[in-house]
């Protein structure tokens, strides 16, 4: 677009105004940036559960080349999908907790403390990653189902790492958090937010 006009009620900062006005006093507002890195968590988890749930579909009826039981009758798929539900729903209460706890405060007049701030990038880092790791044990479980076009597993694998790239929930931002939770001063530029 060239030569729009935005009028100032219908924007809002990347950064912290230094006077906001009274419409940015809401709790929406307050969470600022850690909405969006919550945001990035979510179809994470998304993705996990459609990798999950495509394999309970597949287990019944895929019997491994040169062998006799469907996945379903397999002893490492039961701990595969065990381990992956396990780690989507772990992942998922930490996230959602997290944020709840922060949208309760905030909601209550509170402002994000560093301490909060961190837990948001804990609970929405690990949920990623969680993810990640519950789509690669469904990838093991399905075989060489995993990287056919025909069927959405390779999908899953790519989408759920491309999110583990991404600048606000990568694997750096574990050593973000754990420098805060010694007491060092933050190296992610976005806790000042």
Known sequence: MREAFVPRTRAASFVPLATPAASYDGPLYRLATWLGTGAIAVPALGIA??????????????????T??????RAVVHVQLARAEAALGSARAYLYGAFADAWAHVVGGGTMTMER????????????????????????????????????????????????????????RYESVGRLLLG?????SFFAF
């Open 49 to 66: 559960r459609a990798a999950i749930d495509g394999l309970i579909e597949l287990a019944a009826q895929k019997t491994p080349a040169y």
């Open 184 to 188: 060092l001063d933050p190296e992610w």
């Open 117 to 172: 701030k961190g837990q948001l990038q804990l609970a929405a880092t690990n949920a990623v990653h969680a993810a990640a790791e519950a789509v690669d044990l469904v990838h093991a479980a399905v075989g060489a189902t995993g990287i056919r076009c025909e069927h959405a597993f390779q999908r899953h694998f790519r989408d759920v790492h491309v999110l583990t790239q991404h600048g606000f929930i990568c694997a750096s």
């Open 68 to 73: 006799q039981k469907t996945l379903r009758d």
